[in-house]
């Protein structure tokens, strides 16, 4: 496996969450003991996770579902197909989405599940055969009251329905057992593009308050997939200009600002590399980080922006965390120190979890929203939930993810607090 950025000592998703978690544990004096139960999960499930291939062989794969913390409600978060996605990076964005459902404040703990495959090598027989062995090895601990996955990267709605197949054949038919779903199984309207939309609505609070434009303001966008795709389109819609995309394979860049809704349509709904869309010169994805823009948005892997190779290259005013841990500790104070302000992930990129919250209310209820309703409620979160963070900012006089640290430790511990675990 490739050594991951800013790792002379192997600095992980895990480590990153650490060290800045500190930073705000202390602000906060948060007790010894709290700190332990943090930085360990409630639980970890490691599977094995055999399939028959289309070639006749049964390949053996690893999968894993870990639950970080559930003091605040049934643990909540995404299923990662990636070869990367190894224990010690799942537990990372386990601990991630507790923090996000803290600071959303929806009734939810944090967890995530991964298994280490490249879905990019399988044909869809093997995809679903995958989703179905790792669903069996995992549901023991699954349940609407215990713990309910969604989509993150290389999983989608129709992995969803796959989950909720394979549980249901033991359980009954279970929908608010998982989200994402697909809106015929029970999905919400606006689940797909909500994380997207979330991103929109928090850039839109700080360019109001900021004054760092969005109509007209220029965007370079890393990754084009579920986030990046729907973000670059409704940033697109506000007048924004995006001069730069990338997708694994490389990207596009365009001074006047990109063609976005026939690229959306080129990449993100046909499937093809952006790099073979007309209408921008090819770049390498080193050279995006080095576009200037007002708004740089990191929204593929982990670790995207490090030391070693980009943090002090980045030409932009404000870095927007759509992506999980995309800016290292390192990263992220040589950007402060460079005057970049960074707006944290599980602020920035949560709008994906409050309309999985939305469809897991819809579907205890059974009782459908429209999407205007879904739209106007994370637009009412998302903005609500920034202006906190964005007062402590100001009190405080500390960075905008130790702001929202500040909030989601404090409400977490008080959890864990009222529930005896003093
Ligand atoms: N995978 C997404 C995330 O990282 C969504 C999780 C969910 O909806 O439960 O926030």
Known sequence: MAARPDSTSSMSTRAITKNQFDVAADLIDLEDHMRRIFLMPFRTVAVEVPVRMDDGDIDVFRGYRIQHNGAR??????????????????????TTMTWKTALLDIPFGGAKGGV????????????????????????????????????DMGTNAQVMAWILDEFSKRRGYTPAMVTGKPISLGGSQGREEATGRGVMYTMQEYANDFGVPLKDGTVVIQGFGNVGGHLARLLQEQGAKVLAVSDVDGGIYNPKGLAIPELFQHAYVDRNPVQEFDGGDHITNTE???????????????????????????????????????????ADKILEERG???????????????????????????????????????????TR???DVRDIVKEREVSWRTAAYMISLARVAEAERLRGHQ
């Open 73 to 94: 409600g049934p643990c909540k978060g995404g299923i990662r197909f990636h070869p990367e996605a190894d224990e010690q990076e799942v537990l990372g964005l386990a």
């Open 116 to 151: 280490q495959i490249n879905p990019r090598n399988l044909s869809m027989r093997e995809y679903e055969a995958v989703t179905r062995a790792f669903t069996s090895r995992i549901a023991i601990v699954l349940g609407p009251y215990r713990d309910i996955p969604a989509p």
């Open 288 to 330: 995006l980080w080095s576009v200037g823009c007002d708004w740089l948005v990191p929204a593929a892997l982990g670790g995207a922006i490090n030391r070693e190779t980009n943090a002090d290259k980045v030409k932009c005013r404000v870095v927007v965390e759509a992506a999980n841990s995309p800016v290292t500790p390192i």
């Open 340 to 382: 970049i302000s960074v707006l944290p992930d599980f602020l920035v990129n949560a709008g994906g979890v409050v309309v999985s919250y939305f469809e897991w209310v819809q579907n205890l209820q059974q009782h459908p929203w429209s999407l205007d309703q879904v739209n106007r409620e994370l637009l009412n979160r998302m």
């Open 385 to 387: 939930v920034y202006r």
